[in-house]
């Protein structure tokens, strides 16, 4: 019966070449295969993001009047809907750290060199999209802070010369943040981003299957022969081992350190004091606090965002710039990962104090 | 001129009277009672945070058994998989899946 229903399947998807596929595909083994499991575990906490997201928009209502007080019905009334709001708000916590991993972790070892420039730019863009998904889903509740964090973000874009008015009113719906603004951050939050995020996640996917796993640089100098698994079932088994710590870990944390939720905003309000955005802005937050209120004659906000615009556009393209890495200037590029890494954790912490 | 016993009865009971008019705020019992009768009456205002957290004692004793559940199902599962790791490690080394696809 099961061979039978395997088949019928099998003439009508092809499956078999894609079971082929899994067994001839190959994972290298080496003292860095670790940093491959973080690929895997952006995946598992999109898929759980995906499901507790299903779950809460059948209660959830993108109104002023309604949004804060069917958050709050959620946690309440709804059974276990608590701890269903606890899972999709850490699972978005852990899948932004686990990008972020990912991406410095390929920094790194530089397995962005030719030919996966395309997979790296597509993981930035991912990254971009993850923080997004972070930024337009932290108003949805409609609380006081969250509302005053919108207000200051959605203010940021206003520093940018000639078209920063527009994004922000863009962003905003409006001069204000408003319900104009929670209705487009829904609406961003659940039909726009995912369907851009689906798209560039099977481009990034196909790109890795495509060029394989990079092998670390000095083997790849060394010409050195580095043993190999296979992905079917050898690295799979070993990649369900790290989903089920993490899975037991997420919803750990989950029932024991559930977010809590605020009062209703109300919009006239003057804003709350220590606003504070979610904890992967806070680096970001700072650095626009630092900054003073003119450079010369530029307003030192302006500046800042340029500056922030003009790093953005450098590590897009970062591949191409480090297209030498055994070189001193690959060098140069690998210990900047870690300056960042440095200057992200103490302008954190400091904006925390 | 003497007071009547009715009239200094009187006269006894509204001292007691304003005695306890005056003193009752600072009488410990009294301001039992207020804070009982304040506490019945339903609060006006919204709570400022929520906090989810389990309703009662049954779903509170059923989230810690699902944990203990939980973490037992994934270190069992673990074990058997590092087992199962190992024995497809060996038939790989011994290439037992190209010998088997030959």
Known sequence: MNIGIKSWLDERFGLSGITDFMTKKTVPLHKH??????????????????????MLVLYYKPTLEMANESVARIMNEIPLGWII?????????????????????????????????????????????????????????????????????????????VVGVWVTKLLRGGEDVTGDTLTRFFGIHVCMLPVFLFILLAIHIYLVQKQGMSLPLEAEVKQEKVKEIPFWPNFVFRET????????????????????????????????????????????????????????????????????????????????FDNKPTLTKGKIITSLAFVFILYALVMSVWSLL | MTLARPSFLIL???????????????????????????????????????????????????IWV??????????VLVYFLRWKIKEVDRLYQLRYFSAKKN
């Not at chain 1, 491959?36 to 995906?50: D, E, H, K, P």
């Not at chain 1, 708000?89 to 972790?105: D, Q």
């Not at chain 1, 923080?131 to 200051?152: E, I, M, N």
């Not at chain 2, 410990?28 to 205002?45: G, H, M, N, R």
């Open chain 2, 12 to 62: 006894g009971f509204l001292f007691l009277f304003l005695l306890a008019w005056i003193g009752a705020p600072y009488c410990p019992a009294q301001q039992d009672v207020e804070q009982a009768v304040t506490s019945d009456l339903p609060e006006k205002q919204e709570p400022e945070k929520i906090i989810g957290a389990p309703q009662d004692i049954k779903q509170k004793t059923g």
């Open chain 1, 85 to 161: 709001r606890s899972v999709h708000s850490w699972s978005a916590s852990f899948m932004i750290a686990f990008v972020f991993v990912h991406l410095l972790s390929i920094w790194i070892a530089k397995s962005y060199r030719r030919p996966r420039e395309l997979t790296w730019m597509s993981g930035v863009l991912l990254l971009l999209i993850s923080l997004f998904f972070g930024f337009t889903g932290y108003l949805l509740p409609w609380d006081d802070l969250s509302f005053s964090a919108t207000k200051v973000g959605t203010d940021i874009p206003r520093a940018i010369p």
């Open chain 1, 241 to 320: 081992v790290v989903w089920l710590l993490l899975v037991g870990i997420l919803f750990s944390i989950a029932i024991f350190f559930p977010p809590s939720l605020e009062k209703a905003a109300d919009v006239m309000a003057p804003a709350p004091e220590g606003i504070k955005p979610e904890w992967y802005f806070l680096f970001l937050f700072q650095t626009l606090k630092i900054f003073p209120a003119h450079v010369l004659f530029v307003s030192g906000e302006t500046l800042a965002v340029l500056l922030m615009f003009f790093a953005a556009v450098l590590f897009f393209f970062l591949p191409f």
């Open chain 1, 33 to 54: 295969t670790i940093w491959y499991y973080t690929g895997s575990a952006i995946l598992l906490f999109f898929a759980i993001q995906v499901v507790t997201g299903f």
């Open chain 2, 66 to 75: 699902f944990v203990v559940w939980m973490w037992v199902s994934i270190l």
